[in-house]
């Protein structure tokens, strides 16, 4: 009985000499850590922060305080350390007593490292596009997803689906540019531009194919003339109907449509020259306003539609001049077979 005693006053002796000594260890701890902290603090000022951040992630296992992890992670951001800095502000937005104006700064500082990481994979992107256009256009859409508003690598991620012939995708980037995209947008005419003949492209594609054994046009020369009065239209059901001058009138309208609308592109595309000729000006013997890539495409592009402005209007002006001399001679007899889908025209 006596032993047991002894044992119970042992222990309680034990248990009084820890809650006596335990304010003091935890105040030795505060002083370990603030010495820790203080010589990270010399160490972030002398511009030394990968040191400065290994103190501050000592004196915080020693001390937890999310003012500690707060400035570790400043550190390793200073230092460059991106991968690690982005870890440090989660681990202190979740930290017990993370300050709200600091998680409102922590905010600012991982979208800054967000774009740094951007504008990373956007080169890597434009390194890829001759090569390898598809991954070219994956890396510009990943970039552009961590910052939505840099339009242009969405821009750029279209046109590498487009040189990677992946039309569809190309089509639905670059309409989603142009509805973002302010009026303007340094990319916005090639965009238009690149849409038009992706669209012409697409629709010929979907076009249906000429079935084996069908005949095709049939344009006879040199085939006797009969009076205007006798000549008769044959249509397709084999009755006959007046020969009018609707071909003549068509044609020429036509023309002058496509002529007029030749000349309009010829006068936009010289102005989008004009603008490219100014974007393109040295400064200081070099080009800052786009990349050697994005020069590149915008030239293409206005090289294009100069050919389309330059067909438009030459097709224009034959139609016009075949209309014109419709209109000036006997009418041409043009006959429709009944029992194919043949076409004659007489001349």
Not at 36 to 41: F, N, P, S
Not at 76 to 93: N, S, V
Not at 191 to 219: F, N, W
Not at 255 to 282: E, H, I, R
């Amino acid at each position: 009985m006596k032993h047991k005693s002894t044992v119970v006053q042992w222990f309680v002796a034990a248990m009084l000499i820890l809650v006596w000594a335990s304010p003091s260890l935890a105040a030795d701890k505060a002083k370990v850590a603030t010495t820790m902290a203080q010589q990270a603090l010399k160490a972030y000022e002398s511009g030394n922060y990968a040191r400065a951040s290994e103190l501050y992630l000592s004196a915080f296992r020693t001390q937890p305080d999310a003012a500690y992890l707060y400035a570790a992670a400043r550190s390793e951001h200073l230092a460059g350390h991106d991968a690690q800095a982005e870890d440090l502000y989660k681990r202190f937005i979740a930290a017990p007593g993370a300050e709200p104006d600091r998680v409102r700064k922590v905010g600012e500082y991982r979208a800054d490292l967000q774009q740094k990481r951007a504008v990373g994979i956007a080169a890597d992107a434009d390194k890829a596009a001759q090569d390898d256009p598809r991954l070219s256009a994956k890396l510009y859409l990943d970039a552009w997803r961590l910052a939505p508003a840099q339009l242009q690598w969405l821009f750029q991620a279209a046109v590498a689906e487009q040189n990677a012939d992946e039309l569809a995708k190309a089509k639905a980037h670059l309409q989603e540019y142009l509805s973002k995209a302010p009026a303007d947008a340094r990319e916005r005419a090639q965009a238009e531009a690149r849409l038009e003949a992706i669209g012409r492209k697409l629709d010929l594609a979907a076009a249906p194919k000429t079935p084996a054994g069908q005949k095709s046009l049939v344009i006879q020369k040199d085939a006797p003339l009969a009076p205007l009065e006798s000549t008769p239209l044959i249509g397709s059901n084999g009755t006959t109907t007046p020969t009018d001058r609707t071909l003549a009138w068509s044609t020429t309208g036509a023309g002058a449509v496509m002529a007029v609308s030749g000349l309009g592109l010829l006068a936009a595309t010289f102005s989008t020259l004009n603008q490219f000729n100014k974007d393109t000006t040295p400064v200081a013997g070099r080009i800052v306003t786009m990349t050697h890539a994005q020069a590149q495409d915008r030239a293409a592009a206005i090289n294009t539609r100069m050919g389309i402005s330059a067909a438009l209007g030459s097709l224009g002006l034959v139609g016009v001049g075949v209309g014109t001399w419709l209109l000036v001679r006997t009418p041409a007899r043009i006959a429709f077979s009944p029992n194919s889908i043949d076409i004659a025209v007489h001349f």
